[in-house]
C-alpha cells in the first residue's frame, strides 16, 4: 500500500440484536390477556356476564395465579437448552388458543381453567422468555438494550390497551378476547419462528459492541443457586414484585377505587393512558441514569415515588389529583421495569440466566396474585381501600431503605455498576 492510500471506514451492517429487543417487547405485549390490566379491561363486563362476585373473581384470580406461577419451572432450562425461536413459538400458539377458548367460557368452572392457562402461559412463561432473550443477547450495554425493551413494550402496551378498551366497548369482552387469541396464533407465534433467535452466533454476529475487534471481558456467570444465596437477589426481587402486588391490585378494581372517591368510569380510562405514558418517560429516564450510574439508585427511588403515590391515592378529590396520582406510578413503574429486566444479567452473567430471571419471575407472579385480594379483603372488612394503601406504603418504604444497604457482588467486566 502507498502512502497516499486511503483506508475507506467498513460500511457497520445492522445489528441483529435490536430485532431481537422488537421480538421480545411484542411477545411481552402479546401477555397482555394473562396479565391483572388485560383482565381488569373486561372485569366488569365479565363478572356481569357470568354472574360471579368481585370476591369470588378475586379467589379465582389468586388461585389461577399461584397455580400459573408454577408453569416457570422448567421454563428457564428449557430457553438455556432449547433456544428462544421453539419455545417462544409454542408459547405464542398455546397461549394464543387458550385466549380464545376463553372467548367461548359459561361458567366459573371453566373460567377458572382458562385464567389459570392464561396466567401460566402468558404472565409466567411467556414473559420469562421474553426478558431472557434480550438478556442472553446483549453482554455490552445490557441497561440501555433493557431500557428500549422497556420504551418498545410500553408503546406497545400503550397501543394495546386502548384498541382491546374499545373493543370491549363496542363488541363486548368475548370478540375482543377471541380477536387477541387469533393475533397470538396468527402474528406472534409465525414472527417468533421467522425472526426469533438465541444467542448473535445463530445469525453469524460476534458481539453487540461498536467495534467487532474490542475485547469484551465475559461476565462472571452465576448458579441459580448462588444467586439466591445472596441477599440482593431477595431485595431486589421482593421490591420489584411488590410493585407488581401494587399495580394488580389496583390494576383490577382502580374503577372501582376511583369510584370511592367519586370518580366517573371515564376517569380510570384517562389515568391508565396517563400511567402508560409516565411509565414510558420513566423507562427513557432510568434507561439512561441505569447505564452511567447504579441500579440501586434507581430502585431506591422508585420506590420513594411508589411509597409516596400509595400514601395519596386515598385522598385524591379532583382530577388533577389523580392524574398526579396516576403520573408518580406510572414513573415508578417505568423505572422498576428498568431495575427488573436489567439486574439479574448484569449482577449475575448470563450463562444461567434463564433460570434466574424465571425464579424472579415466580415472585413477581406470587405477589401479583396476593394483590387484588388484598384489596378486596381490606373493603369488604373495612368499607374502604385506604388501610391497604397505608400498609403497602410501610411496605414499600421497608424496600426502599434495604435496598440502600444490600450488598450486590460484582460481576467482571462491564457489569460491575449496580
Not at 437448552?81 to 372467548?103: I, K, N, W
Not at 397470538?184 to 453469524?204: H, K, M, N, Y
Amino acid at each position: 500500500m502507498t502512502e497516499n492510500a486511503t483506508t475507506l471506514p467498513v460500511p457497520r451492517r445492522f445489528y441483529y440484536g435490536w430485532v431481537i429487543v422488537g421480538v421480545a417487547a411484542l411477545a411481552m405485549v402479546g401477555t397482555l390477556p394473562g396479565r391483572t390490566q388485560g383482565l381488569g379491561l373486561i372485569t366488569e363486563p365479565l363478572l356481569a356476564d357470568l354472574g360471579i362476585s368481585r370476591v369470588a373473581y378475586a379467589q379465582v384470580n389468586l388461585f389461577a395465579t399461584l397455580a400459573g406461577a408454577l408453569f416457570a419451572f422448567g421454563v428457564g432450562s428449557l430457553i438455556d437448552r432449547r433456544g428462544a425461536r421453539l419455545v417462544l413459538t409454542l408459547l405464542a400458539f398455546a397461549l394464543g388458543a387458550t385466549v380464545f377458548a376463553m372467548s367461548q367460557i359459561t361458567g366459573a368452572v371453566t373460567l377458572l381453567i382458562a385464567v389459570t392457562l392464561t396466567r401460566g402461559l402468558g404472565q409466567t412463561a411467556l414473559s420469562i422468555v421474553s426478558l431472557a432473550m434480550v438478556g442472553k443477547w446483549f453482554q455490552r450495554r445490557l441497561t440501555w438494550a433493557m431500557g428500549m425493551y422497556a420504551v418498545a413494550m410500553s408503546v406497545g402496551f400503550m397501543i394495546a390497551f386502548p384498541a382491546v378498551g374499545a373493543l370491549v366497548l363496542a363488541s363486548g369482552w368475548r370478540a375482543a378476547w377471541g380477536a387477541i387469541g387469533v393475533f397470538l396464533i396468527a402474528v406472534l407465534a409465525p414472527v417468533a419462528w421467522l425472526l426469533a433467535r438465541s444467542t448473535p452466533e445463530d445469525v453469524g454476529e460476534e458481539m453487540d459492541g461498536k467495534d467487532a475487534d474490542v475485547t469484551v471481558p465475559a461476565p462472571q456467570s452465576h448458579t441459580l443457586g448462588e444467586a439466591l444465596g445472596t441477599g440482593a437477589f431477595w431485595v431486589f426481587a421482593i421490591a420489584s414484585s411488590m410493585y407488581g402486588l401494587v399495580a394488580s391490585g389496583i390494576g383490577l378494581f382502580n374503577e372501582a377505587i376511583l369510584a370511592e372517591r367519586g370518580f366517573r368510569p371515564d376517569v380510570y380510562h384517562t389515568a391508565l393512558a396517563v400511567t402508560a405514558i409516565t411509565g414510558l418517560a420513566g423507562n427513557f429516564v432510568a434507561g439512561a441514569w441505569a447505564e452511567r450510574g447504579s441500579l440501586r439508585g434507581v430502585l431506591v427511588v422508585a420506590m420513594l415515588i411508589l411509597g409516596g403515590a400509595l400514601t395519596a391515592l386515598p385522598h385524591v378529590s379532583t382530577t388533577t389529583h389523580v392524574m398526579g396520582q396516576a403520573v408518580a406510578m406510572g414513573v415508578a413503574g417505568g423505572f422498576v421495569m428498568v431495575v427488573f429486566f436489567s439486574f439479574w444479567g448484569r449482577t449475575y452473567g448470563d450463562r444461567h440466566l434463564g433460570r434466574i430471571q424465571g425464579a424472579a419471575q415466580v415472585m413477581t407472579v406470587l405477589f401479583s396474585a396476593m394483590g387484588p385480594l388484598l384489596l378486596a379483603w381490606c373493603v369488604e372488612s373495612t368499607g374502604s381501600y385506604a388501610l391497604a394503601f397505608y400498609l403497602l406504603a410501610a411496605a414499600v418504604a421497608a424496600l426502599g431503605a434495604a435496598a440502600m444497604v444490600v450488598r450486590i457482588p460484582g460481576a467482571a467486566g462491564c457489569r460491575t455498576k449496580n
